[in-house]
């Protein structure tokens, strides 16, 4: 008796060590599947408040997000930007997959608030350096809402293409946008300007000037559709970085061209 009670408690538990995992995946599998995959966190639930919070785990959260988007307009209205990027975060946390989300709370940190805070710092006494070094702090911000965004929507070219402009209008980074671009111009519906952005702004990455000249090449043999000023602007200079002699150059400006014989 004694003995089949003892194998009896050993199968109870073999069996339990085995169902555990089983219950814990399944249990990770529903919360992924009611949740949607964002994770909630304290600054989500101080933003939305405790009605807003017991509203997202009812399976209301993107109506949440929505509020919480208004309030971020108003706290931008206000030129509050550390409170509109505690509503941002909310609000991407809570749609993680709404592209324009991560673009708009992008492009407020990245080029509204930067401004704001440079200004800010001159008028109260601040030197130039220091308020260049906050707006900083404010690009990568945005860099870092499109970098996210790209992770959570990995298909949407808009965000590549955002994060190409940033690279090339606030860090003056062509490598980095030339990679952006690229990125943009291979995702579906994105429009036909990525491609030549990508080249365009590899045309100014140190070190890539062959590969640039080829890919320009390249645009301009597909007709004269292609043959805007900036393609014609970088063909010219880097035709004379590389020393292309003239007779094998695709383009020579009409000041720099020999008269006919």
Known sequence: MKKGRAIGICIVLLWGLVKLPMESAFAAKLQEHRFGGYKITASLRQQAGQAG??????????????????????????????????????CTTLQPRREEFWDVASWHMAYNGSEFARTEMLRAGGDVIASQREARRFFEIGEAYLLEGVRNCPDKWTLYDRLGMLYRDKFHDPCKAAHAYAEASRRPGRLDYTRRFAVYMLAECPGHEREAYEKLTALYNEGQHEWLPTLLAKIQILERKLGIPNDRRLYIPPQDRLPPD
């Open 53 to 90: 919070f017991l509203a997202v785990l009812s399976g209301l959260r993107a109506m949440v997000a929505d509020i919480l988007w208004i309030r971020a307009h108003m706290a931008w209205e206000d030129r509050q930007y550390p409170r509109m990027k505690l509503y941002f975060d909310a």
